[in-house]
């Protein structure tokens, strides 16, 4: 009688490893980074989490409610991103600033004209952040900033606030901007630091929006997890991030 037993428990034994060794292939491992910093860290907006934030800069020009349907799109798959926006054209269209909103993502101050901050005098790089989409996070225009600009936006009310993930999208490699695929692969290849409680920068304008599906799904199958959507926000950013 105990033969078959032993066979019967040998079976169940099997079958346990299998279930196990096919949980084990089929889930990619949490990613893991060192410590952030201490302080506030600029490259990661005050981003504590491990979550990663997908962010988009400038203003899709030839089509200004692509902006409120990559949120859209962004909403219903329950993600929240930032928009930084020329406040030149946000100005123009205060209902994409309120729909964005609305919808879960955190809109802020890209400057009013994006210029290089830097080659302006101090009363022109007031009147840049000053005039700009209000909010409490300014992302300088092409990252470029110094002290000046730093205090210049803390005296205003904002804070700094780059990346730590380039998609490069602008870029014309070939002679035209950046493919989808091409923009996957540098979000995918990028290192695990910088994508564990990261910022990833992208543009309205170019195809970053069309390449966001895969980007998140790429993220998702490597087990990264993305800043959760919890409904509408405010004008002002919560430092830290509310990313959880």
């Known amino acids: 009688m105990r033969r078959p037993m032993a066979g019967i428990a040998a079976g169940v034994m099997a079958l346990a490893h299998v279930l196990t060794t096919a949980t084990?292939?089929?889930?990619?491992?949490?990613?893991?980074?060192?410590?952030?910093?201490?302080?506030?860290d600029a490259t990661r907006c005050g981003n504590t989490s491990s979550r990663v934030l997908l962010t988009f800069d400038d203003w899709p020009y030839a089509d200004p409610d692509r902006a409120t349907r990559t949120g859209a799109y962004l909403h219903a798959r329950k993600i929240r991103a930032?928009?930084?926006?020329?406040?030149?054209?946000?100005?123009?269209?205060?209902?994409?600033?309120t729909t964005l909103r609305e919808q879960g993502h955190w809109v802020a101050n890209h400057s009013f004209s994006h210029p290089r901050l830097p080659a302006l005098s101090d009363d022109e790089v007031r009147m840049e952040i000053s005039?700009?989409?209000?909010?409490?996070?300014?992302?300088?225009?092409?990252?470029?900033?110094?002290?000046?600009?730093e205090s210049e936006a803390a005296a205003l009310g904002y804070r700094i606030c780059t990346w730590t993930v380039d998609t490069l999208?602008?870029?014309?490699?070939?002679?035209?901007?950046r493919s989808v695929a091409s923009i996957r692969s540098i979000v995918r290849n990028a290192p695990?630091?910088?994508?564990?409680?990261?910022?990833?920068?992208?543009?309205?304008?170019?195809?970053f929006p069309d390449a966001v599906p895969g980007i998140i799904d790429d993220l998702e199958k490597d087990g990264y997890q993305l800043c959760r959507n919890n409904g509408p926000v405010s004008v002002n950013a919560p430092l830290p991030l509310d990313c959880g």
């Open 82 to 97: 930032a928009f930084f926006l020329i406040g030149e054209y946000a100005g123009g269209r205060p209902d994409i600033v």
């Open 131 to 149: 005039s700009g989409v209000r909010s409490n996070m300014l992302r300088p225009p092409y990252g470029a900033f110094g002290a000046r600009e």
């Open 24 to 40: 084990a292939t089929s889930a990619a491992p949490a990613p893991q980074r060192a410590a952030a910093p201490a302080g506030y």
């Open 169 to 177: 999208d602008w870029e014309q490699p070939d002679g035209a901007y």
């Open 192 to 207: 695990v630091e910088d994508k564990y409680g990261g910022v990833v920068l992208g543009h309205l304008d170019y195809n």
